[in-house]
């Protein structure tokens, strides 16, 4: 689900993306000297439209949660973009190029084709390993009173989102008072959250000083749910339907937005 590379973790979708965009990058840079015309920056023109496009793709399907919030737009931080925007950009642009360089269309075509294709193929190959391990892991969380509680217990035939989190993680806070109005808000999803590694004075603490509300609070005292999971990083929320099939997965800080794509998925059309 994400690596650490050093201090910074990184979802497995946006590393495969930043490789793609290095491989372009490279095979841009290659060619660009045998044929001698400058190649890179067209590649990375190409990786800024994908990007713009796929954030207003995403902004425009999930405009009502961003009208009370307009400077929430330009803050990518939620992780928002629409990868069909991003693709129908990137493309649409690389033609655009390839019409009007016409001393950069080999070596342009070949970089940007072998950055799309290792990225496809790379995305789809762990799209089908994750099919096969969605199931809900057999993971017992312990109550702040010290109870043992099992992930199918918390479920009880809802869908299910997990928030794995802590009190010393600046994003884990500032997603709280979305994911907090969610639970009211969304009465037929049971939300859990999953406080890692940290004592119940601290919790307590720390819900008192944000003056917070949270139902479903656990803590998961071994990061046993982070490590089933393929988690390294913080915050990361967690989908499974009413099925208990994990049907999506976000690292990174929630806006209502990201909240709702999320939602959208496990949640019946009646819901």
């Known amino acids: 689900m994400s690596v650490s590379i050093g201090p910074l973790s990184l979802s497995i979708g946006h590393l495969l993306l930043v490789m793609a965009f290095g491989l372009a990058l490279l095979v841009g840079g290659v060619l660009g000297r045998k044929y001698r015309v400058p190649v890179a920056g067209s590649v990375a023109d190409i990786f800024v439209v994908a990007m713009l496009s796929a954030r207003i793709g995403f902004v425009t399907s999930y405009f009502e949660h961003y009208r009370n919030d307009l400077l ?18 990137a493309i649409v642009f690389t033609g655009f190029l390839l019409w009007r360089r016409k001393a950069q269309r080999k070596p342009l075509a070949t970089a940007a084709l072998t950055g799309a294709l290792f990225w496809a193929a790379t995305a789809g190959t762990i ?6 391990a969605r199931g809900m892991p057999e993971i017992t969380l312990r109550s702040l009173n010290g109870e043992l509680v099992s992930m199918n217990q918390l479920a009880q035939g809802k869908p299910l989102v997990v928030n794995l989190w802590a009190t010393w993680c600046p994003p884990c806070i500032r997603e709280m008072p979305v994911l ?16 890692q590694r940290e004592q119940p004075e601290t919790i307590h ?6 003056r917070l509300n949270l139902n479903n609070l656990y803590r998961d005292d071994q990061a046993q ?6 988690s390294n990083g913080l915050p990361t929320t967690l989908f499974y339907n009413a099925q208990g099939q994990l049907i999506d997965s976000h690292m990174g800080e929630l806006s209502r937005a990201t909240l709702a794509r999320g939602l959208e998925k496990i949640r019946t059309p009646e819901e």
């Open 72 to 89: 929430g737009i330009i803050d990518i931080r939620d992780g928002g973009f629409d990868v069909l925007w991003g693709v129908i950009g």
């Open 127 to 132: 799209t089908l390993i994750e099919q096969q």
């Open 180 to 195: 907090e109005e969610a639970q009211h808000i969304y009465k037929d999803v049971a939300f859990v959250f999953a406080n």
């Open 205 to 210: 603490s720390f819900l008192e000083d944000n």
């Open 225 to 230: 749910l982070a490590r089933a999971v393929g």
